[in-house]
């Protein structure tokens, strides 16, 4: 263990700079969206989804019709999520958006997922931040406590089997599971 300590770190955090990373507004309306998702959101019965999109619109999330949010999922910045008609985001789900998330309509975002439009440059010695949009194409399902990285499209109507780690893009209508996850078999009508 004592050699673990006296290794040098490939990285030195003193140089990280987030300067050029443009969060879309202002420092304030960023603190008041968290305000109000952090006092609002887990204040409002299961049932009213509908209190929860109108404040995501009212944050400049695009949100369609009949669209069903949990009261404990979480969005990073609203400016930046597009979530198609019909579909659900479950249960402690984050939307780690930093960069655009793009949800298609009848889509599932299961319960305990995480959705996350960033990381870090590990050849880089400052660490810089690195983002990528995600997609997740029209009537897909990403089931429970998967993560989906940067840059990733999901294809329309594939599935996602629980607690896969999603780093590459997937097929239309496919089922995938695994870490890393991966197709196995078409998805039949």
Same mark, same amino acid.
């Given at each position: 263990? +004592? #050699?673990?300590?006296? #290794?040098?770190?490939?990285?030195? $955090?003193?140089?990280?700079?987030? %300067?050029?990373?443009?969060?879309?507004?202002?420092?304030?309306?960023?603190?008041?969206?968290?305000?109000?998702?952090?006092?609002?959101?887990?204040?409002?019965?299961?049932?009213?989804?509908?209190?929860?999109?109108?404040?995501?619109?009212?944050?400049?999330?695009?949100?369609?019709?009949?669209?069903?949010?949990?009261? #404990?999922?979480?969005?990073?910045? +609203?400016?930046?999520?597009?979530?198609?008609?019909?579909?659900?985001?479950?249960?402690?789900?984050? $939307?780690? %958006?930093?960069?655009?998330?793009?949800?298609?309509?009848?889509?599932?975002?299961?319960? !305990?997922?995480?959705?996350?439009?960033?990381?870090?440059?590990?050849?880089?010695?400052?660490? @810089? $931040?690195?983002? @990528? !949009?995600?997609?997740?194409?029209?009537?897909?399902?990403?089931?429970?406590?998967?993560?989906?990285?940067?840059?990733?499209?999901? /294809?329309?109507?594939?599935?996602? /089997?629980?607690?896969? #780690?999603?780093?590459?893009? $997937? +097929?239309?209508?496919?089922?995938?599971?695994?870490?890393?996850?991966?197709?196995?078999?078409?998805?039949?009508?």
């Amino acid at each position: 263990m +004592p #050699t673990l300590l006296n #290794t040098e770190p490939f990285v030195d $955090l003193r140089k990280y700079d987030q %300067s050029n990373f443009d969060r879309g507004r202002a420092g304030w309306y960023i603190f008041l969206w968290w305000f109000v998702q952090a006092i609002t959101f887990p204040l409002t019965l299961h049932n009213l989804s509908g209190i929860r999109c109108a404040l995501l619109r009212l944050f400049g999330a695009r949100i369609g019709k009949g669209v069903l949010i949990r009261p #404990t999922a979480r969005f990073t910045y +609203p400016w930046k999520v597009t979530i198609g008609d019909y579909s659900w985001i479950g249960d402690d789900v984050v $939307l780690y %958006s930093i960069d655009e998330i793009n949800i298609g309509s009848h889509c599932v975002i299961s319960q !305990k997922s995480y959705i996350c439009t960033g990381s870090h440059d590990i050849k880089d010695p400052a660490f @810089g $931040l690195q983002t @990528g !949009k995600i997609a997740i194409g029209n009537g897909a399902w990403v089931a429970t406590d998967c993560f989906v990285g940067q840059g990733v499209t999901i /294809g329309a109507n594939a599935v996602v /089997g629980a607690r896969s #780690t999603v780093l590459t893009d $997937l +097929p239309d209508g496919q089922v995938c599971w695994g870490t890393p996850c991966r197709p196995r078999y078409a998805r039949n009508r």
